[in-house]
């Protein structure tokens, strides 16, 4: 064949000075620019803006602090992600994918967004195509199914296309880009999201919905509010009073302190050269119930090599060793096992090939045909009928078998073929591989191996890495359809990449949240199905582009410390999130029983900010970083309702009984404000300590440091937060209705326990069905 040159180097930089380079059309991050653009123009920040602007076109400068706590949230928020930002961007650039291309006659590799149109690309079995490419030369076996939905492999020849997001399964083939950037396949269907993962998020979903009800039923809700204002009082303070009720009723710091904790959590994982590429996925691993292996690559290190050779049929080990350097020369095959035999065998020759037929892991053979014979390497019980007795001595390892026939392969295996010699192929166990299985096995994650090899080998490894209660089946020899044994057996072997995914499907049909680990092409099908996705940055271009979550180092004994972060992120914003619904919950409930029975809305702006910084803001991001790798019990939106409601509860009740009570009392306006502020305070004490439970230091220091705040405010600061000094008698009505708290807090939360209890219980059994 004649020698590939590809484009000259002076060719490369006119193309590019032309713009024909292969940028990105896809962007994995935001911009800069794009982080503040979407954190200070918000639904909710124009809002506030709006509700500001009333205040102050009514005169009441004071109560404008409130913007100044929504401008600092954000500006937090905003640093957090912009640090995420960065941080992934770091470590996805060390990480990047490379392309092989050919220039001026010499191979390069290069990052996949400086190739050109007309670059002369090199594939090999692994790679993921970065651009559409017509083969010059070669042959190799392509999966599209990320683009089509198609599961079945595609041998591509010469003149063939090859689209961008399809992948090599197996072969090796030169080809040149004809599209380059927003020109390509992939990025003309994009759009549609054929091969995109839905984000399978419970805390994204309860916050979209909220942001959904609260959008709709906040711009009524202050109309009605602010007439019914008008009649308890002057213009000026129906419109403080309505911008405080609508203030409350905003869930901005629960959306801030979310995206804030997750952009820590990111930047966490990075130091632990875990790679985030899709944020919510942190929280979807940690509740995770069942984990899919890939033997190698997790359990094993993926590194392998020819242990042994045991001659068959009177084959000498010379003829054997001499046969495996001819066929490793011409088969160029990048599968672990071919790689293993021709780093120790592969000699140049010149024999004529006829045809070769690549690995698959589908097939489980290769196969390569010469003028006068036929080669054919696989697992012996997929290529051979007869039983070998050689095979019982080394069942614990890989073994392929090499058969000789004198009949052409013609794209299936050949007839009359001789077994010529066992090969064996060993391959480490991971030293960490047993203490991170026993992790998961204590917290109660089910633990399943897939894989295509043997079965019986596969589960002598799984039982010398401490797998309990083996149960293996082969499934190229099951009759039963894969929904009716998943939950049977934790061994499946001999399995083909379609049915891996049909394994993961079949596990999420039962009720089960399902991370997939795996570092091959045969993985990328069931990455892409499961509700998590981890691979290995050493494995293949296509199963990292399908994971959520790269191992930087290949390393599975990262994943406990994956496990463990998830698990802080979930249980605390369960816990800090429910303290800014407990503002919301009240501030709606008041507003409606405002409208609804003439109540005078009793407390403005500054009071909100109040609370909202010492009973909310800074207990809730302090407590968002408390330690927490508790296993995740009950869906979300049930526990965290379950905090927040007898909060809201008691506040209203509260409220409502000391306004009728300040009546009856004929309490100054501006006193009755304070008291309800008190009130509210220490209703919010208390439920950041009933969130708070188990009590630790370091959640004493955060109760102590926010009561400390609310008395300094109180007392020192009152003038600031609009707070007057209040009589003997309306000192005695804060300490009575402090104490009238504390029961009815204690027994609404009892309840709203039982009741989310009895959700949670109710919704297993529903997933199960």
């Known amino acids: 064949m004649e020698k590939i040159k590809g484009l000259s180097l002076e060719k490369v930089d006119l193309l590019k000075e032309k713009g024909l380079v292969n940028y990105k059309s896809d962007v994995k991050t935001k911009s800069i620019l794009q982080i503040i653009r979407s954190n200070f123009i918000t639904l909710f920040n124009i809002l506030n803006l709006g509700l500001a602007l009333a205040i102050f076109f009514v005169g009441s400068y004071k109560n404008l602090l409130f913007l100044g706590v929504v401008f600092c949230n954000t500006l937090i928020s905003t640093f957090q992600e912009i640090r995420s930002k960065l941080t992934i961007d770091k470590l996805s650039l060390l990480h990047e994918s490379k392309a092989s291309v050919v220039r001026s006659g010499k191979l390069y590799k290069i990052g996949i967004y400086d190739i050109v149109l007309g670059d002369v690309l090199k594939f090999k079995s692994g790679n993921q195509i970065p651009t559409d490419c017509k083969v010059l030369s070669g042959e190799v076996l392509v999966n599209e199914s990320l683009l089509t939905g198609e599961e079945e ?14 992948f090599i399964v197996s072969g090796n083939c030169y080809a040149e880009a004809i599209h380059v950037g927003a020109n390509n396949y992939a990025s003309k269907i994009a759009n549609e999201a054929k ?63 979310t995206s804030s904790v997750l ?29 899919c292996l890939d033997k190698t690559g997790t359990i094993t290190e993926g590194e392998m090599e020819v242990s042994k050779i045991i001659p068959l049929n009177g084959y000498l080990m010379s003829d054997i060793t001499d046969y495996l350097g001819l066929i490793s020369y011409h088969m160029k095959d990048d599968n672990q096992t071919m790689k ?42 997929v290529i051979y009928d007869k039983k070998i007795k050689e095979m019982d001595e080394y069942i614990s390892n890989r073994v392929v078998l090499l058969c000789k026939s004198v009949k052409k392969i013609n794209k299936k295996l050949p007839s009359s073929m001789k077994p010529m010699a066992l090969i064996v192929i060993s391959d480490k166990i991971r030293r960490d591989a047993r203490a991170t299985l026993r992790y998961f096995k204590e917290e109660g994650v089910d633990l399943k191996i897939i894989s295509g090899d043997n079965p019986l080998t596969v589960s002598y490894i799984a039982k010398r890495v401490g797998f309990e209660n083996i149960k293996y089946i082969d499934i190229s020899k099951c009759d039963s359809s894969i929904n009716d044994i998943v939950e049977e057996y934790n061994i499946f072997g001999r399995v083909k990449p379609s049915q891996k995914k049909d394994i993961i499907l079949a596990l999420k049909a039962h009720g089960h949240t399902v991370a997939m680990t795996g570092d091959g092409v045969n993985d990328v099908l069931a990455l892409k199905d499961a509700d998590c996705s981890v691979a290995m940055a050493s494995g293949s271009q296509a199963a990292v582009q399908a994971s959520q979550l790269v191992l930087m180092e290949s390393d599975f004994s990262k994943m406990p410390g994956v496990v463990k972060e998830g698990r802080r992120v979930v249980n605390n914003l369960e816990c800090s999130g429910s303290l800014f619904l407990v503002k919301n919950i009240f501030s709606f409930l008041l507003s409606i029983l405002s409208i609804c029975i003439g109540l005078k809305y009793p407390i403005n702006p500054s009071h909100v900010s109040l609370i909202s910084m010492f009973t909310i803001g800074v207990p809730a991001f302090l407590l968002s970083q408390a330690p927490n790798t508790d296993l995740i019990k009950g869906r979300f939106i049930n526990n965290i309702l379950s905090r927040a409601v007898p909060g809201g509860l008691t506040d209203t009740l509260m409220i409502a009984v000391l306004v009728a009570f300040g009546g009856v009392l004929q309490a100054h306006n501006m006193n009755l404000s304070t008291v309800s502020t008190i009130v509210i305070s220490v209703v919010g004490l208390m439920v950041v300590h009933e969130v708070s439970k188990p009590m630790t230091k370091y959640k004493w220091a955060i109760l102590a440091l926010c009561t400390t705040g609310i008395v300094i405010s109180i007392s020192i600061l009152r003038n600031l937060f609009a707070l007057t000094e209040l009589s003997i008698k309306e000192i005695i009505v804060c300490a009575v209705f402090a104490l009238l708290t504390k029961p009815f807090l204690f027994y609404s939360s009892m309840i709203a326990r039982k009741i989310a209890h009895i959700l949670n219980k109710k919704t297993n059994i529903m997933k199960k069905i």
């Open 340 to 381: 293993a035999i021709s780093d120790k065998y592969s000699r140049k020759n010149d024999c004529k090939v006829l045809e070769i037929m690549p690995f698959s892991s589908k097939n489980k053979w290769s196969g390569i045909s010469f003028e006068k014979e036929t080669f054919i390497l696989g697992a012996p019980d």
């Open 195 to 257: 091969y995109i993962k839905k984000v399978n998020s419970e805390i994204l979903n309860f916050i979209n919905k909220i942001i959904k009800y609260i959008s709709i039923a906040i711009v009524p809700i202050g109309i009605f509010l602010f007439i019914n204002q008008l009649g308890e009082s002057s213009y000026g303070e129906a419109v403080v009073s309505t911008v405080a009720a609508l203030i409350g009723m905003i869930p901005e710091g629960l959306v801030l302190l």
């Open 263 to 291: 952009a820590i959590s990111v930047m966490r994982l990075a130091k632990y050269n875990v790679l985030v590429q899709e944020l919510y996925c942190i929280e979807t691993l940690a509740r995770v119930d069942t984990i």
């Open 153 to 166: 492999s595609i041998l591509k020849r010469k003149g063939d296309e090859l689209f961008s997001g399809s």
